[in-house]
Each structure stands twice: as structure tokens, then as C-alpha cells.
């Protein structure tokens, strides 16, 4: 048996999982997921750590000729560990997907140019019943020479062609990021360099980051200040109109912001394999995307018949915050039920 097969074995027989050995070592779980791969060799310091954690010697570690067995009483073995440990030597290493520096940056690169697309789409979906809420309450109030069928068909034109846009946008670069759904699917492995590459990307980026979440909370937190500003001096209906006009507008480009941000610092993480792209939340996405995939089938669904049956779309785009939230939710208690399995 290898060195590397050494370690898996003896991590699972602790209860270990990479990211506990790394905390224990002090080095990065991409440094324990390499030596277990046989791709590098821990340095010396490490391997007197590990042999005093595991409780072997440093020969039965480095020693291929030597038997593992020999040193196993001495470890605490549970019923669970003890079965993983029986059947291991038939086992191989798994091989995780590689990535490059250059592959990193080429996803990084698209990441970044489909961010901005992207963000602009959902924008266009929050701004999208504008026209449609002005020149119906335009022609109300009698500012323009419309029927009511002629304002709401003209308003509904204009909104299913935006929708249209940004439907278009996120079809065209989910195909293009296709390639690269892995990285923030599947486990990965990356290549020397690329740690220490986006890890100084996240540094740089830091401040832009902050600085587009809290200016985009911002605007979503005042976007209700020109409805409220409009109740105390006019009792116009079209201006209370053009009051919701403004909060939607302010909330799109808040979103977008937050997305556009949001995204590429996703992007950055999922190469680290850090925070919603560690491995454990990688097989809990993987394990709820049916559900997820039904859910929000079902609040799209809603926000449609909703929006058409009472035609408040100045209204209705609250579905979408709610239905985030219960997003979250639901995420939660899967994984609670899970943990219970």
C-alpha cells in the first residue's frame, strides 16, 4: 500500500474529512486531496504530524513494503470506519477533474463578460411592466389618445419583448458557460498556481464587491421613498404610478449590481471550492436539483397567472424576493432532514 492510500485510509478510520486533516496540518484541502491522489508528497513536517495523529510510525507511512495492519489496533476503529477500512484495498483513489491556470482563466474570463449580460437581463425582467403601468394610467387620466385595449396591448407588446431580451440573454450564455458547469457541479482539482491566482483575484476584488452589495441594498431598501414621497404631496393617481415606475427602476439596477457582483465572485469561490461550492454543499445541490427544478417551475407559474389575472405587475414582481426566501428555506430544512437519514 502507497502513501497515499495510507492517508485516505487512515483519515477515514479518525472520521476525518479532507477539510478536517487540512485544519489539523495546517495546509489547504486541495493539498490533502493532492497527496491522496498521488500527485505530491507531503514534505517531512507533515508526515511526523500525521503519524503522530494517526498514532503509526513514520516507517509504516513511508514504506510501501510495510503492512497497515500491523499498526491498526492501535487506532479507535468504529463499526462504520472498520468496514470502510475492511474493504479499502480493493478501492482506488478517486481521479477528480483537473483544471489548469489556463483553464481557470478562461472560465474566469467568461464568467466575468456573461456577469454583466446576465445582470443586465434580470434588470430588463424587473423593468419590463413599466411601459405597460404608465401608458395605462396615461390613458385613465386621459394624458394620450389610446383606448384602454389599445394602452394595454402596446404595454404588453413592449413587456413580452424585454422579457423576451433577457430570456435570450440567459439561454445564449448558459450555453456558453455549459463547458465549464463543472467547476460549480463536480469536485475538482486544480493545478499549482491557481489557488494562488484567484485567491489574489478575491483580494483585488474585495472592495468592488462590498462596495456594488452595499450600494445595491441600498437602493432596494429606499426604492419605497418616491411611493411615500408621492402619498404626502399629490393624491394623482398617475403619479403614484410613476412613483411605483421609479421604485422598479431603482430596484433593477440595485439587483443588478448585487447579480453582476454575485456572480463573479461565485465564479472565484467555485475554484476554491469554498463556502455554497464546497463538496458537501456540491453533492446536497446535486441531490436537490429535482425539487429545486420543480419549485421554482411552480413560482413561475404563479408569477404568470398572478401578473395576467390581476394585471398589477407593479405588484406582482414581490413574488420573486418571496419565493427566495423560501428558497433558502427549503434548502434548510432538506438538509436538516437529511442529516436526520
Request: glycine share 6%; with cysteine.
Amino acid at each position: 500500500m502507497i502513501l497515499a492510500e495510507k492517508i485516505v485510509l487512515l483519515r477515514k478510520m479518525k472520521g476525518m474529512s479532507q477539510e478536517d486533516l487540512a485544519e489539523q496540518l495546517g495546509v489547504s484541502r486541495q493539498s490533502i486531496s493532492k497527496w491522496e491522489g498521488a500527485q505530491t508528497v507531503p514534505d517531512l513536517k507533515r508526515i511526523l504530524s500525521m503519524a503522530e495523529l494517526f498514532g503509526v510510525s513514520t516507517d509504516t507511512l513511508l514504506r510501501d513494503d510495510m503492512d497497515l495492519e500491523e499498526q491498526l489496533p492501535a487506532i479507535p476503529v468504529t463499526e462504520e470506519t472498520a468496514a470502510a477500512a475492511t474493504g479499502y484495498a480493493a478501492q482506488e483513489v478517486p481521479v477528480l477533474r483537473q483544471i489548469s491556470i489556463e483553464e481557470a482563466n478562461e472560465y474566469l474570463r467568461m464568467k466575468n463578460k456573461s456577469a454583466g449580460w446576465i445582470a443586465i437581463g434580470v434588470m430588463l425582467c424587473i423593468l419590463s411592466p413599466i411601459v405597460l403601468m404608465q401608458l395605462s394610467a396615461a390613458q385613465e387620466v386621459g394624458y394620450i389618445a389610446l383606448t384602454e385595449n389599445q394602452a394595454a396591448g402596446i404595454g404588453l407588446v413592449i413587456l413580452m419583448m424585454m422579457i423576451g431580451c433577457a430570456v435570450g440573454v440567459f439561454v445564449y450564455y448558459g450555453m456558453k458557460m455549459k463547458p465549464y458547469e463543472y467547476v460549480q457541479t463536480e469536485p475538482i482539482e486544480t493545478a499549482y498556481g491557481v489557488s494562488g491566482m484567484v485567491t489574489e483575484r478575491i483580494e483585488k476584488f474585495n472592495t468592488a464587491h462590498t462596495r456594488d452589495m452595499i450600494i445595491g441594498i441600498l437602493l432596494c431598501v429606499m426604492s419605497c421613498i418616491p411611493i411615500f414621497v408621492a402619498l404626502i404631496i399629490t393624491e394623482d393617481d398617475y403619479a403614484l404610478v410613476t412613483a411605483v415606475c421609479v421604485l422598479l427602476v431603482l430596484v433593477a439596477i440595485g439587483v443588478m449590481l448585487i447579480v453582476r457582483t454575485n456572480i463573479i465572485m461565485d465564479a472565484m469561490k467555485a475554484l476554491l471550492e469554498e463556502g455554497e461550492f464546497s463538496r458537501a454543499r456540491k453533492e446536497e445541490s446535486r441531490r436537490n436539483e429535482a425539487i429545486m427544478g420543480v419549485y421554482w417551475s411552480a413560482w413561475t407559474v404563479i408569477y404568470l397567472a398572478v401578473s395576467f389575472l390581476t394585471k398589477r405587475w407593479d405588484m406582482t414582481w414581490i413574488i420573486w424576493p418571496v419565493a427566495g426566501v423560501g428558497c433558502g428555506l427549503l434548502a434548510a430544512i432538506l438538509r436538516v432532514a437529511r442529516s436526520k437519514e
